[in-house]
Nanobody
């Protein structure tokens, strides 16, 4: 099991910045891909940014050039630096992690979806 705890959400004006953090723990935590998702009111949850097992970063088109995902392995913390925030970035942001198969390989989120989720942190962007 992997436990994920997000922090750093809050209210900010458009054009501002926020840094989200996700502390992870548990067996094999940090071994596989991890990322950030978000869900706005009455909308489906969507991928924001993911770091795959091999270090490849995938960002949603809507956040390219504005959001940066990073990880501090020593601190077991995943970050999402958000800049030039827009009103449409308002959402609950979730940290997520891939699971591990019995073979030891990671369960790719592209195939299986993420296996572990935090409780989320709310980001509100106002004009």
């Amino acid at each position: 099991q992997v436990q994920l705890t997000e922090s750093g959400g809050g209210s900010v004006q458009a054009g501002g910045a926020l840094l989200l953090s996700c502390v992870y723990s548990g067996a094999n935590s940090g071994s596989c891909g991890m990322g950030w998702y978000r869900q706005a009111p009455e909308k489906k949850r969507e991928m924001v940014s993911v770091i795959s097992e091999d270090g490849t970063v995938t960002n949603a088109d809507s956040v390219k050039g504005r959001f940066t995902i990073s990880e501090d392995v020593a601190k077991k913390t995943l970050y999402l630096q958000m800049t030039n925030l827009k009103i449409e970035d308002t959402a609950t942001y979730y940290c997520a992690a891939e699971g591990i198969r019995s073979s030891g390989a990671c369960r790719s989120y592209r195939v299986y979806g993420m296996d572990y989720w935090g409780k989320g942190t709310l980001v509100t962007v106002s004009s």
